[in-house]
């Protein structure tokens, strides 16, 4: 008889502890309940589980609760202006920018006779045509080079086309490489844009200074 009263009593103190779920929908919608079956299988990975002690009100029943339409739009709104930032393109004198600041670079490899690092800044016509040691063999075997110092490269411009190309002219100082004074002439290199890097042409610099 004492076995049967003490199963009695533990099975009124499970059920007084009961377990509660909590879960929200798609549409924002705050759900409570006891029966885990009932729950949607796809919303069973976000459960908050939680017991209710006996005699304490539960915050909420098992009634669904849809979050406040005012404060679910304006977290909405702010998070909306957010991903609109952040894929915001870059501004058009950013973009002329990067695309100066590259050729620079690129000049300047070629004033230094790093022709392996200039290879990477050609487009990829110029990597279907010619291999890198083909590029190399033939910038060394040219008469002429960039002057030093500030006579490399002067008054650049650039001419927005679009996000992915851009033409930049510039003064450029040509030097013999076997001396003699430095031939200044205008030119105008496109810059493509290629997976994030700036590229050019380096057929256009395989031809060196006009004459």
């Not at 779920?21 to 798609?26: I, L, P």
């Not at 690092?117 to 890198?132: E, H, P, Q, T």
């Not at 960039?146 to 450029?172: C, G, H, N, P, Q």
């Not at 105008?188 to 200074?209: A, E, F």
Request: charged content about 35%; proline content about 3%.
């Amino acid at each position: 008889m004492r076995g049967v009263v003490i199963f009695f009593v533990l099975s009124i103190c499970m059920t007084a502890w009961a377990e509660t779920y909590k879960w929200v929908d798609e549409k924002g919608t705050v759900h409570f309940t006891q029966d885990y079956g009932s729950i949607p299988e796809k919303y069973r990975g976000q459960l908050e589980q939680r017991v209710e002690e006996p005699g304490v009100k539960p915050e909420m029943n098992q009634e669904s609760q849809k979050v406040p339409k005012e404060r679910s739009n304006k977290g909405l709104q702010k998070s909306s202006r957010k991903d609109r930032n952040e894929k915001q393109p870059a501004s058009k004198d950013r973009i002329e920018s990067d695309a100066a600041e590259t050729l620079r670079t690129i000049l300047f490899l070629w004033r230094d006779e790093k022709y392996e690092a200039l290879y990477a800044y050609g487009i990829d016509a110029n990597r279907v045509k010619m291999s890198r040691e083909e590029f190399v063999k033939k910038m060394k075997k040219k008469s002429w080079g960039l002057a030093s110092s500030w006579e490399t490269v002067r008054d650049m411009e650039t001419k927005f086309k679009s996000s992915t190309s851009v033409y930049v002219s510039a003064r450029i100082g040509y030097k013999s490489k076997q001396g003699g004074t430095v031939k200044v002439q205008s030119e105008t290199y496109q810059m493509r844009l290629d997976n994030g890097v700036w590229k050019t042409d380096l057929s256009k610099i395989l031809q060196g200074p006009k004459k």
